[in-house]
Every structure is written in structure tokens, then in C-alpha cells.
T-cell receptor
Framework: DGGITQSPKYLFRKEGQNVTLSCEQNLNHDAMYWYRQDPGQGLRLIYYSQIVNDFQKGDIAEGYSVSREKKESFPLTVTSAQKNPTAFYLC?????????????FGEGSRLTVL | AQKVTQAQTEISVVEKEDVTLDCVYETRDTTYYLFWYKQPPSGELVFLIRRNSFDEQNEISGRYSWNFQKSTSSFNFTITASQVVDSAVYFCAPPQGGSEKLVFGKGTKLTVNP
């Protein structure tokens, strides 16, 4: 079935370590997004990509990095520079040139820093 | 960037009550689409509805209805005869009109008590 797969679902990390969250989609969508969700904060945009090999910073990009080497993949790295990385991370995609289309979301990855 | 404001952070109702979730949006586009998403406790956001800016007729789908008023930039969502299963966080998504950056609001957490 078509959709977005995020992994891992739960992740624990020690302070000072980098960690990479995977996001894969088989919907043939051009646009992909990473959001962070904290209790009471809603969804905050980290990075987004409209096309392969191109991406832009969202509102809270500091301490994060992404790559978009393949259309179907948009991994997010949470670096040690991120001051408060414990959060729920959601990846989403949207059809190309189709701003009429809805966002498809993955099930999310919950990162906890010990 | 396209933005939305959901002023209600949390709403608590008793089962069978009607409840309206407010959404005010900002956009520079003249043509755009609006969306609502539901986030149940499992975490994955689920698409509920899409409306285009040309159509201001109210839409009803079962117990759900949406009131779109372009003049006031509002796209409100009403649940009639609420049920416990409606308990979730509801997000009004930023208007999509060709802009790339989609900035969500904080969402409204709805709790329906038996």
C-alpha cells in the first residue's frame, strides 16, 4: 500500500549524540516536510523539500539537518547542537504541483534524550 | 508563509454536545485550498476535508460540518452530537495556494467525556 514510513517509532539517545530519523514514501510525491510536535505547541516546521537535491529551512531548523538525494527519501538528523531534542517528529509529503492535495503523514517518531 | 491561528487550545465537552473549533488563516494567494486534519492519540494525522477558496457553501459530512467565510478568513469546524471517539487534536492546516512553506497552528485538543 502507498504511504509514508517513518522509523524508528521510538528512539532513545544520549546527550551529545547525533541521531537520524528515516522517512520514506512510495507515493511518488515531490514535496516532503518534517515537523516537530511538543505538548501544547502544535506542529512546527523544521525543513521542507519541494524537489530532489533541494530543501529549505522551516521555522526551527537550528540543530537539525536533512538531505534529499532521492525522491522517496527525506531523512532528518538531529544533531548534538539541538538544545532540546526530546519531541515527537512527523514527516509528511504532498503531490507534485498539487497544492490542492492533502498532506500525507507518517506515524511519527518519538525521540527521547536521556 | 501561509499561517493559521487556532485560538482554542483545549475544549472539553460532554458526549452528545455540539462543539465548534475555530480557525483563522492568513494568505496572500487569491486562490487556495483549506484543510482540516485529526490527530488521534496514536499520533498520525488524518485528513478530514479539503475546500477551495471559490466555494463558500457549508459542507456537511455526517456529524461533521465546515463553515468557510472568505471575508473573515475563517474556516470553522463543527462536530454535532459529539462522541468519545472524537477526542483528538484537530489541526486547521495552512492555506495551500502554490506556496511551499506550510506553517501549522497549535491545534485544538478536544476531549469528549462520557
Amino acid at each position: 500500500d502507498g504511504g509514508i514510513t517513518q522509523s524508528p517509532k521510538y528512539l532513545f539517545r544520549k546527550e551529545g549524540q547525533n541521531v537520524t530519523l528515516s522517512c520514506e514514501q512510495n507515493l511518488n510525491h515531490d514535496a516532503m516536510y518534517w515537523y516537530r510536535q511538543d505538548p501544547g505547541q502544535g506542529l512546527r516546521l523544521i525543513y521542507y523539500s519541494q524537489i530532489v537535491n533541494d530543501f529549505q529551512k522551516g521555522d526551527i531548523a537550528e540543530g537539525y539537518s536533512v538531505s534529499r538525494e532521492k525522491k522517496e527519501s527525506f531523512p532528518l538528523t538531529v544533531t548534538s547542537a539541538q538544545k532540546n531534542p526530546t519531541a515527537f517528529y512527523l514527516c509528511a509529503s504532498m503531490g507534485s504541483g498539487s497544492y490542492t492535495g492533502e498532506l500525507f503523514f507518517g506515524e511519527g517518531s518519538r525521540l527521547t534524550v536521556l | 508563509a501561509q499561517k493559521v491561528t487556532q485560538a482554542q487550545t483545549e475544549i472539553s465537552v460532554v458526549e452528545k454536545e455540539d462543539v465548534t473549533l475555530d480557525c483563522v488563516y492568513e494568505t496572500r494567494d487569491t486562490t487556495y485550498y483549506l484543510f482540516w486534519y485529526k490527530q488521534p492519540p496514536s499520533g498520525e494525522l488524518v485528513f478530514l476535508i479539503r475546500r477551495n477558496s471559490f466555494d463558500e457553501q457549508n459542507e456537511i459530512s455526517g456529524r461533521y460540518s465546515w463553515n468557510f467565510q472568505k471575508s473573515t478568513s475563517s474556516f470553522n469546524f463543527t462536530i454535532t452530537a459529539s462522541q468519545v471517539v472524537d477526542s483528538a487534536v484537530y489541526f486547521c492546516a495552512p492555506p495551500q495556494g502554490g506556496s511551499e512553506k506550510l506553517v501549522f497552528g497549535k491545534g485544538t485538543k478536544l476531549t469528549v467525556n462520557p
